[in-house]
């Protein structure tokens, strides 16, 4: 139960907003800890101390509370901006520093997930828009979208062996090692220039 927000069953809002961010906080807790298909509406809900018709009013369906739960929409947002010169090792580090655990927890409940039409177009739609199409626009040559695509199978890649494989060496590894020797390579292609 969100002790701050719940007491004695009552729940102590100031608007809106407040009631969809803490639903948004309960629901992100709850995919990320018991996954994608074991997380019903009603157990958010039931933690938030609302009607689960509430949820439905607010997001419309459960595969979209848990897009926007997992906020993949802001994926490498701040590594995008700035120079082109150590790009690569500011997605990388952008991707497995700060909150990693939850990061990590989101990504396995993103691919938990994966098998809802809605939610893997979705997905697919986030990484193309807000990622591949603002990298291409940044990089030089005319196979600049192909490796803006290659750069995006390569983040995946490194968080698929991190979150759902949790490949030993590289969980021991420190970040900012991980983030110079993949940071390196990513930028071999946010260069264009052949190794």
């Known amino acids: 139960m969100i002790k701050d927000a719940v ?3 009552v729940v102590k809002l100031s608007g809106a907003d407040t009631t969809k961010a803490l639903i948004l ?3 992100r807790k709850l995919f990320s800890s018991t996954g ?3 997380t019903s509406l009603r157990a958010i809900a039931k933690e938030v101390g609302v009607d689960p ?3 439905i009013r607010y997001f419309g369906s459960k595969e979209e509370l848990f897009l926007e739960a997992l906020a993949i929409s802001d994926f490498c947002e701040k590594a995008l901006t700035g120079s082109l010169d150590g790009m690569g090792y500011r997605i990388v580090l952008e991707l497995i520093s700060g909150d ?3 990061k990590m927890s989101s990504y396995v409940s993103l691919v938990q997930a994966s098998d809802s039409e809605t939610i ?3 997905l697919q739609d986030v990484v193309r828009t807000r990622f591949v199409e603002q990298l291409a626009q940044r990089l030089p040559g005319q196979d600049a979208e192909l490796r803006a695509h290659l750069i995006s199978a390569q983040t995946g890649g490194l968080i698929n062996s991190l979150a759902v494989i949790q490949h030993e060496t590289l969980l021991a590894t420190p970040i ?5 020797h993949y940071g390196a390579a990513i930028q071999l292609l946010t260069d264009g220039k052949p190794a």
């Not at 900012?176 to 110079?180: C, N, P, Q, T, Y």
């Open 53 to 55: 018709a509430l949820l």
């Open 120 to 122: 893997r177009t979705r």
């Open 100 to 102: 990693i655990k939850n």
């Open 176 to 180: 900012d090692i991980i983030a110079e």
């Open 25 to 27: 906080d309960v629901a």
């Open 7 to 9: 007491t004695e069953g």
């Open 36 to 38: 994608y298909r074991a």
